[in-house]
């Protein structure tokens, strides 16, 4: 099985009367998406269900997750917990996948995803996920019994990392 943790895409600060929950994506996180799309769409084992945080930052590159992945119409599934979660509390959305799922996705927001991934792997893969930075994992229990420790890290990258031309 497969998870791949996924941070929000660069988000906009021009507007600063506007709340965090809010903020969309800036010129860099709106460039990043297609590019990750289609970094997405030449992946292995790519994710069918898509949790995703509700906030604007998050919402906008699930729905280029989805596209590279080619999930279906329905994905991705929003949690409002995910905004700003504790990995614990990350770990309690993804137990909430559906045990037919084998490979799935979060997206959501630091400190959170870089914790997660940490937490998950049982090491300190990195101090920081950046925007739009993707890790896959490898997992083989359910998702009922997912917590510290029990995956271990496939690929690590960002959007500065990878070259789609």
Known sequence: ?????????????SNPSQSDFDRP???RGKRDG????RWLAEQDDP???????DAARALAPAEFVREGFSAGSDQPVTAHELYLASPELMIDVLKRTPAEIDSVAVVAHNPGTTYLLNLLTGSNVTDNVPTFGVARLQYSGSWLELGPGAC??????????????
């Open 1 to 13: 099985m497969k998870i791949w943790l996924i941070r929000h895409a660069k988000s906009s600060w």
């Open 25 to 27: 994506l800036n010129s």
């Open 34 to 37: 297609p590019h990750m799309a």
């Open 47 to 53: 994710a069918t269900w898509i949790w995703s945080s």
């Open 152 to 165: 271990s890290l496939d690929l690590f990258t960002a959007p500065k990392l990878i070259n789609t031309e």
